[in-house]
């Protein structure tokens, strides 16, 4: 349920508010609209009747029942974008488009911050690097973990990027979040529901790619177990899912862009490196991906790609990612955005 406050709500009334949700089971989350602020009544559903009832409290403007299964995800409960914070200066979901850039692994201390320098000078706005890897074979590499997020670190001392780099298992949190400023959950850990449960009681933004199997409402419902667990600050990725279609690694839903916008207020970005699997195809999805409206890019970048631990073919070399950014800022200004 949504409860509507009132627009001058005293504090005495908004606890009574908060405090009855509370004492029905229910979950209080409060979210600031520009028009107005809400409360969304998150629970199992039982003494439904008693939160209708609420509309009689003197703080409370109206109830309304979200009728979706993504509750707090919903454009139900807040019609407006959200913004998410990264730093005081990089926030995903505004008029700014933000790209994402870094190779696949963090792989050496020279390979990281080379990188980071050249993605920055292009007009990255951000630095992603794998430290701890979901690889399809346990015999590939699984990364540098701790001493990858060092060195991201390290890069970040540099550059003044921002980090973003994955979390595999719950038991990582404490020591990821030492080093990151956002975390990522990849598409192999969608559905991995303790791992969703955990990044959602830290204080980090979470980037949730899509899972190759999931459906667009599926992915919204993961979102949905963050946004429950305490954090609102989710940014959505589409990385390509799996079709019958085998010339590319995965087929780039490009389309969930605008559907996800009439289903959510979350920030939708693409990721053209997974979703295509060729450093060939990367350019022309990122122009795609900014056309159709999505809030930003997550690129793999690597400066030798030949010698890459992990996806060196969809991997840019930093030229060719200049190159893709200075392309890129014509289609930003056509849809309105700033690079
Ligand atoms: C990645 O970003 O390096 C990654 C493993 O992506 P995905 O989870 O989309 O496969
Ligand atoms: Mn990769």
């Given at each position: 349920?949504?409860?509507?406050?009132?627009?001058?709500?005293?504090?005495?009334?908004?606890?009574?508010?908060?405090?009855t949700?509370?004492?029905?089971?229910?979950?209080a989350?409060?979210?600031?609209?520009?028009e107005?602020?809400?409360?969304?009544?998150?629970?199992?559903?039982?003494?439904?009747?008693?939160?209708?009832?609420?509309?009689?409290?003197?703080?409370?403007?109206?109830?309304?029942?979200?009728?979706?299964?993504?509750?707090?995800?919903?454009?139900?409960?807040?019609?407006?974008?959200?913004?998410?914070?990264?730093?005081?200066?990089?926030?995903?979901?505004?008029?700014?488009?933000?790209?994402?850039?870094?190779?696949?692994?963090?792989?050496?201390?020279?390979?990281?911050?080379?990188?980071?320098?050249a993605?920055?000078?292009?007009?990255?706005?951000?630095?992603?690097?794998?430290?701890?890897?979901?690889?399809?074979?346990?015999?590939?590499?699984?990364?540098?973990?701790?001493?990858?997020?060092?060195?991201?670190?390290?890069?970040?001392?540099?550059?003044?990027?921002?980090?973003?780099?994955?979390?595999?298992?719950?038991?990582?949190?404490?020591?990821?979040?030492?080093?990151?400023?956002?975390?990522?959950?990849?598409?192999?850990?969608?559905?991995?529901?303790?791992?969703?449960?955990?990044?959602?009681?830290?204080?980090?933004?979470?980037?949730?790619?899509?899972?190759?199997?999931?459906?667009?409402?599926?992915?919204?419902?993961?979102?949905?177990?963050?946004?429950?667990?305490?954090?609102?600050?989710?940014?959505?990725c589409?990385?390509?899912?799996r079709?019958?279609?085998?010339?590319?690694?995965?087929?780039?839903?490009?389309?969930?862009?605008?559907?996800?916008?009439?289903?959510?207020?979350?920030?939708?970005?693409?990721?053209?490196?997974?979703?295509?699997?060729?450093?060939?195809?990367?350019?022309?999805?990122?122009?795609?991906?900014?056309?159709?409206?999505?809030?930003?890019?997550?690129?793999?970048?690597?400066?030798?790609?030949?010698?890459?631990?992990?996806d060196?073919?969809?991997?840019?070399?930093?030229?060719?990612?200049?190159?893709?950014m200075?392309n890129?800022s014509?289609?930003a200004?056509?849809?309105?955005?700033?690079?």
């Open positions: 349920m949504i409860i509507v406050l009132k627009k001058n709500i005293s504090q005495k009334d908004f606890q009574e508010v908060k405090d949700i509370e004492s029905l089971g229910y979950q989350h409060i979210i600031k609209g520009e107005k602020t809400v409360i969304g009544a998150v629970g199992s559903g039982r003494g439904k009747d008693k939160l209708q009832a609420m509309e009689n409290l003197p703080g409370v403007e109206n109830v309304v029942p979200i009728l979706k299964p993504y509750k707090l995800a919903s454009l139900e409960v807040k019609p407006e974008k959200s913004i998410i914070p990264v730093t005081s200066k990089v926030k995903v979901g505004g008029n700014e488009i933000i790209v994402m850039a870094g190779p696949c692994s963090v792989e050496s201390e020279e390979q990281i911050i080379e990188t980071a320098i993605v920055k000078k292009a007009g990255a706005a951000m630095l992603r690097g794998g430290a701890f890897k979901p690889r399809t074979s346990p015999y590939s590499f699984q990364g540098m973990e701790e001493e990858g997020l060092i060195l991201l670190q390290k890069a970040k001392q540099e550059t003044g990027l921002p980090i973003v780099t994955e979390i595999l298992n719950p038991s990582d949190l404490d020591l990821i979040c030492k080093y990151t400023d956002v975390l990522q959950v990849g598409a192999r850990n969608i559905q991995n529901f303790a791992l969703l449960k955990a990044v959602g009681k830290s204080d980090k933004p979470v980037l949730l790619k899509r899972g190759m199997m999931t459906t667009i409402e599926e992915f919204l419902m993961s979102a949905e177990y963050i946004i429950s667990s305490g954090n609102p600050n989710v940014i959505l589409e990385r390509g899912i079709t019958f279609e085998t010339a590319t690694r995965n087929t780039l839903d490009i389309s969930c862009i605008p559907v996800l916008r009439q289903m959510t207020h979350l920030p939708v970005i693409i990721d053209p490196s997974h979703a295509t699997g060729h450093w060939r195809y990367v350019e022309s999805m990122a122009n795609a991906s900014i056309a159709a409206g999505a809030d930003g890019l997550m690129v793999e970048v690597h400066p030798h790609p030949d010698q890459a631990e992990s060196g073919l969809q991997s840019l070399k930093p030229k060719k990612f200049e190159r893709m200075k890129l014509r289609f200004e056509a849809a309105g955005r700033t690079l």
